[in-house]
């Protein structure tokens, strides 16, 4: 039989985390137990919970991370089933995190993992060797279709791989979503031919949830590229439905909206490699956007790399491209290298809208700054002989920290 083994961090008295573990194990499967009687043990005893291990931390506040198995006969396995037998009512219960959730190999089995994952996303775009470079509208609300074009237009001209709409870029009369789609197709086809580079468009999908199918489908048959998607706002399972479904077969880029509500609390909630990482992964996503250690929406270092990890490690799912975002430029490039290899997308806005030559350039200079540093130059060497890296290093190029 398989099963799950969730993992959590809890606070409370020392010396009292093994009848916290017990209670927690007992309360979330069949109840009570020690009161029973004999045969009814018996019926229960393969639903009941068990406590896997206990460990004690040190600190000033006293804390444990405890271990608990749940058989797969108390849950459908299903992603809403599996949280709310493991972390539904215990998430309302005082300080408790849920860190981690392993997943027996036979219950893996139900999940569909990313469709192109990173070695198909790179077959798409024709880029084997180093990361990709997306960039993001800016400025959009209010604007009208010849706005976005000309956008879209810049940033494909620059060499970019990926563009994506800002996820609150919803549908709207100035710019609908089946017009973005075709003008979008228009645009890249038109750069496509001038340059011989392809770039991806994905395109925010949204509204309610009971027509994301029939619009996703609606998308490719418009001859779409991707889709970006708000998953935590719409849920987990949502993802899953929509990656499962070969009418709409596209790649799904998860955008981390919402997330934070869950999983920003160091005490409570979720953890982000859980979150972003893990989940997000089996579920479907062929990107997962997280907040990078460097900018001023920044989480720990810590936390970004157990994110990465988690979309990139072996598995029996293909690999999710990690997406660290917010506060990146092109003086990042050899910091990003360093810290998530090639295997990453290096995400910007503002890093190539606000480049001094607009976004064309802003595109160019990352890309000189992901060829300089796969070759051991130095961005500053690189700069002497490339004008857009050159302009970019003069704006961006000054001390480089991140968090933890």
Request: charged share 25%.
């Amino acid at each position: 039989m398989g099963e799950v083994i969730a993992t959590y961090e809890i606070t409370g008295k020392s010396r009292s985390f093994q009848e916290k573990a017990e209670g927690i194990a007992l309360g979330l499967t069949v109840g009570s137990w020690t009161d029973l009687p004999l045969l009814e043990k018996d019926q229960l005893r393969k639903y009941k919970g068990t406590v896997v291990a206990v460990k004690e931390k040190e600190g000033e506040i006293p804390a444990a991370e405890i271990q608990i198995a749940y058989p797969s006969g108390n849950y459908s396995n299903d992603i809403p089933a599996i949280l709310t037998t493991v972390f539904g009512k215990l998430s309302l219960d005082g300080q408790v995190k849920l860190r981690n959730i392993h997943f027996s190999n036979d219950l893996k089995k139900g999940y569909p993992g990313p469709r192109f994952g990173i070695e198909g996303i790179r077959e798409l775009v024709k880029v084997s060797n180093r990361p990709l470079v997306m960039s993001i509208f800016k400025g959009v609300i209010g604007r009208d279709k010849d706005y976005l074009k000309n956008q879209l237009r810049a940033q494909a001209l620059g060499g970019i791989d990926l563009v994506k709409d800002d996820e609150i870029l919803f549908d709207n009369e100035l710019t609908p979503f089946e017009e973005r789609v075709r003008q979008g197709k228009n645009v890249l086809k038109e750069v496509n031919e001038v340059t011989g580079k392809r770039t991806l468009y994905a395109v925010n999908l949204s509204g309610r949830t009971s027509g994301l199918r029939e619009k996703a489908r609606k998308a490719r048959e418009l001859g779409a590229d991707a889709l970006l998607f708000n998953v935590f706002s719409y849920g987990l399972d949502v993802l899953q439905e929509l990656r499962e479904d070969n009418e709409i077969g596209l790649p799904i880029m998860a955008h981390p909206s919402f997330a934070g509500a869950a999983a920003a609390s160091p005490q409570y909630g979720v953890d982000y490699s859980l979150w972003l990482g893990k989940l997000l992964r089996m579920t479907g996503a062929d990107f997962s956007l997280f907040p990078s250690p460097y900018g001023s929406v920044a989480l720990e270092k810590r936390q970004v790399l157990s994110i990465s990890k988690e979309l990139t490690n072996s598995d029996l799912f293909k690999r999710t491209f990690p997406v660290p975002s917010a506060g990146i430029h092109p003086a990042l490039v050899p910091q990003l290298i360093e810290d998530f290899g090639r295997d990453c997308v290096i995400n910007a806005g503002g890093g190539v809208h606000g480049h001094p030559d607009g976004a064309s350039a802003g595109g160019s200079a990352f890309l000189q700054a992901i060829d300089a540093v796969l070759k051991g130059i130095p961005l500053t060497d690189a700069a002497t002989r490339h004008t857009d890296l050159d302009k970019a290093l003069r704006l961006w190029g000054g001390e480089i920290s991140a968090r933890g």
